[in-house]
């Protein structure tokens, strides 16, 4: 999986990945292009250079050698496809020689600007020898043409075409042209063959300044952001402290608003997630399934501390049905994908399933025997679940946390929809009862629903 | 005004005269190839531009690899032309070469910019009078208008619409402020009240007018058309009753496309025409011979726009 396969799936994760500041073509691609890693090791280094990117920019010195780099990525061309014509074999015209000497330059112009960035991942390799066979005049300029110094022969033939101008013989005019066209073409070959022999390093450029690029938008964002470094452990646990969920953590913050960041720990345990409607449960588990792909994409994540462990795969199922094109009925989809999620955990990898409300959309006699069976099933594997649901009796041994809910009872009656949000406490609190908090006529009253309707329930419920 | 009435020459005609003061670095581009189809159906005499040293040109790849002169590429663009990416470059040598630059106008606007960046003091641009658009005010400064024979072989036609042109042209501004606002307006048609608020009428297209007669004049008869004047619209317009007092706001003069006749009935019906932005025509230049070889009597055709256009003529097979 790439990060653009997963960015167009979750729009919390492509939330952090537009707010990065890439600058350059080959950047965006590189970015695009990340893979799902699985791999720690590799993780841990790719963390070790966002970290010694950040120290890098902690002078003001470094940022305004950067600002200088940035601009010149600004205006970067990707030479990828010139290269592959030169690979196979084509010789180049002008244009492409231009930007092959334009990119070489710009490389060179970072080179030094970051001359003392001592990070060995993102060292730029050496263009010299490529500038060399297109700056035959080294004038460091970033224009290019058949330059006259590259053959006297040219120049003479040039001079003969010039001074045929003045004869009105045009068809002389027009043979002195073809001569010099066709020297030209001879040394279009000639830089051409040159070039081929430095398409290694050229690419070596290419990769460095995308990686150049990448690393730096991340740990400018992640500094500003107070994204933190993940570790990475083997111990089968994880446990975030202040996680937010950055798409509504800066909304929140734009209008002013506070957002309560959530401490959660898990393992491979099950975990049942109960509280009151609109307690931010299905938050918590984007949350937690952004946070897993950001670490597993080499990004630091959105809260004060984090301890992961890889994954073969985020699994989520939080009802927005997919597959409605199928003619699928709600239930069909979500039991349709939860036998996917099972038959994929049973194959022993390690997975990370988050669902919201199982078995919501069915009755709840049937819905409580369907999660306490998946939770029976999911404990014996070897993949992290977290589960959320209103129903209460749920028998399985499990780990069982609640959304605090509301904080002050009492006033209840006072809270207007709008500010909701500040009467609920959002931290987890460990469960030790099968008994699910009753909230839901409460809130429907907030929410200015019918009051015969509100009334008439509050009747039966006491019966 | 039409293919071949000599565009081209004028442009060739500038340049070599621009060339003679060596202080000014010129700058030169052309709109898309768009405007120059009829040229590769025709197959007719296209002469290309005839640049001299110091002169940078923005050309796309195409044409770049084809030209005929010594030039040093500046800068190549992201972004794709029909023909490829667009190339500046300043030229070394003297020699021809085929221009055809963005196909759109706020591109446009940037390659003027660019061209400036580069040094360029003055900046001309290779139009089409059938995408004039692109002479618009809001991107060129001034413009040059070519007629000729290949517009009619009829002396008294081609004076005809030349003039026509020409009137339009001269079509009088709205007030500043007025102006100003209308600009940025980038479609649709709109009310201006008496108070001059501007008013969305949420007509999407002049086309769909017969739907929306009733819309059209709720906020009174000051009307703002984004887009073209069609002869649709002017006959629409016509068979109103009180046309006298219906005025009627075009971007800018390159907007019409109604017939003359149609605006003529509402200009003598005293119907009223407003620009947003005027244009600044500062000469118009004549070929008297049409692609056939046809030859008008230039005298007698310079002779007759002068009588009805009091801006420089001039016959580019003369000058």
């Not at chain 1, 790439?2 to 970015?31: C, D, F, W």
């Not at chain 1, 309560?260 to 345990?269: G, R, V």
């Not at chain 2, 003679?20 to 290309?48: A, L, W, Y």
């Amino acid at each position: 999986m790439t990060l653009k396969q997963a960015i167009e799936k979750h729009s919390g994760l492509s939330y952090v990945v537009n707010q990065l500041k890439i600058h350059s073509p080959m950047g965006r691609k590189a970015l695009l292009e990340t893979k799902f890693s699985k791999d720690a090791v590799c993780l841990k280094s790719q963390f070790e250079i966002i970290s010694a990117c950040q120290r890098y920019i902690s002078t003001n010195a470094n940022k305004k050698q950067l600002g200088k780099v940035f601009s010149i990525l600004e205006c970067i061309h990707d030479i990828s496809g010139t290269i592959k014509l030169l690979e196979n074999n084509n010789t180049l015209d002008d244009i492409s020689l231009f930007e092959i000497k334009s990119f070489s330059i710009s490389v060179s112009n970072i080179k030094s600007l970051l001359f003392d960035l001592d990070i060995k991942e993102l060292i730029i390799p050496d263009l010299d020898s490529v500038i060399s066979i297109l700056d035959p005049e080294k004038l460091q300029l970033n224009q290019f043409y058949i330059y006259s110094a590259y053959s006297k022969e040219l120049v003479k033939k040039r001079k003969q075409w010039e001074e045929s101008k003045g004869n009105n013989n045009e068809d002389l005019v027009n043979k002195l042209f073809l001569e010099c066209v066709a020297l030209e073409d001879e040394i279009r070959e000639e830089l051409s063959t040159k070039l081929r022999s430095q398409t290694m390093i050229l690419y070596d450029a290419i990769n460095t300044i995308s990686k150049i690029d990448i690393n730096f938008a991340k740990a400018i964002y992640f500094f500003n952001k107070r994204f933190s470094e993940p570790t990475i452990n083997n111990s089968d646990t994880i446990s975030y402290t202040k996680l937010v969920y950055p798409l509504l953590y800066d909304k929140f913050l734009e209008n002013y608003r506070t957002f309560q960041p959530i401490d959660i720990s898990f393992s491979l345990a099950p975990t049942l997630i109960t509280g009151a409607n609109m307690a931010g449960k299905t938050l918590l588990l984007k949350s937690i399934s952004l946070a897993q792909f950001l670490a597993q994409f080499a990004f630091f994540l959105p809260c004060e501390n984090a301890e992961i462990c890889l994954v073969e795969n985020v699994l989520i199922s939080i009802g927005d049905n997919q597959n409605e094109e199928e003619g699928l009925s709600s239930y069909a989809s979500e039991i349709l994908l939860l036998n996917d999620f099972i038959q994929k955990a049973k194959q022993g990898k390690k997975y990370l399933i988050l669902i919201d409300e199982l078995a919501r959309t069915t009755n709840p006699t049937e819905g409580v025997a369907i999660v306490d069976s998946y939770l029976k099933i999911i404990s014996k594997t070897n993949s992290f679940s977290i589960t959320t649901t209103h129903y209460s009796g749920i028998k399985t041994p499990c780990k069982r946390l609640r959304v605090k809910g509301f904080i002050n009872k009492e006033n209840k009656k006072m809270i207007s929809i709008k500010d909701i949000q500040g009467h609920i406490d959002y931290s987890l609190i460990e469960e030790k009862e099968e008994k699910v908090p009753n909230e839901a006529l409460n809130i429907a009253s907030l929410l200015n629903i019918d009051k015969e309707l509100i009334e008439e329930a509050k009747k039966l419920i006491k019966k | 005004m039409e293919k071949n009435t000599g565009k081209t020459e004028t442009l060739n005609y500038v340049l070599s005269r621009l060339c003679s003061f060596s202080s000014i670095k010129i700058g030169i581009t052309s709109i898309g190839i768009d405007g120059e189809k009829t040229d590769q159906v025709t197959n007719t005499h296209k002469p290309e531009i005839t640049l001299y040293p110091n002169t940078i040109f923005v050309t796309a790849e195409q044409f770049y690899n084809q030209k005929e002169i010594i030039a040093n590429i500046l800068s190549v663009s992201n972004q794709n032309s029909a023909l490829g990416r667009l190339v500046t470059a300043k030229t070394i040598s003297s020699g021809k070469v085929k221009l055809s630059g963005p196909g759109n106008t706020s591109w446009l606007k940037n390659v003027i910019e660019e061209l400036k960046g580069f040094g360029s003091d003055i900046v001309l641009v290779d139009g089409a009078l059938s995408r004039m658009s692109f002479g618009s005010p809001s991107i060129t400064d001034a413009m040059v208008l070519s007629t000729g024979a290949a517009l009619s072989i009829d002396i008294k036609t081609l004076v005809k619409k030349t003039a026509f042109v020409y009137r339009m042209s001269q079509l009088p501004q709205v007030q500043e402020n007025l102006s100003l606002r209308l600009i940025n307006i980038e479609q649709g048609i709109w009310a201006i009240d008496n108070e001059d608020n501007i008013i969305d009428l949420k007509i999407p297209s002049i086309l769909m007018i017969e739907n929306n007669k009733e819309k059209i004049f709720a906020y009174g008869k000051r009307i703002f058309i984004s887009g073209i004047i069609t002869d649709k619209l002017m006959q629409f317009l016509l068979a109103q009753k009180d046309v006298d007092k219906i005025e009627i706001i075009i971007r800018d003069f390159t907007r019409v496309f109604a017939s003359i006749e149609n605006i003529n009935r509402f200009l003598q019906k005293q119907g009223k025409l407003y620009v947003a932005q005027r244009t600044n025509l500062i000469a118009i230049t004549v070929n008297p011979t049409s692609p056939s070889g046809y030859n008008l009597n230039s005298e007698e055709l310079i002779n007759a726009l002068k009588k009805e256009i009091p801006i420089p003529i001039y016959n580019i097979k003369e000058i």
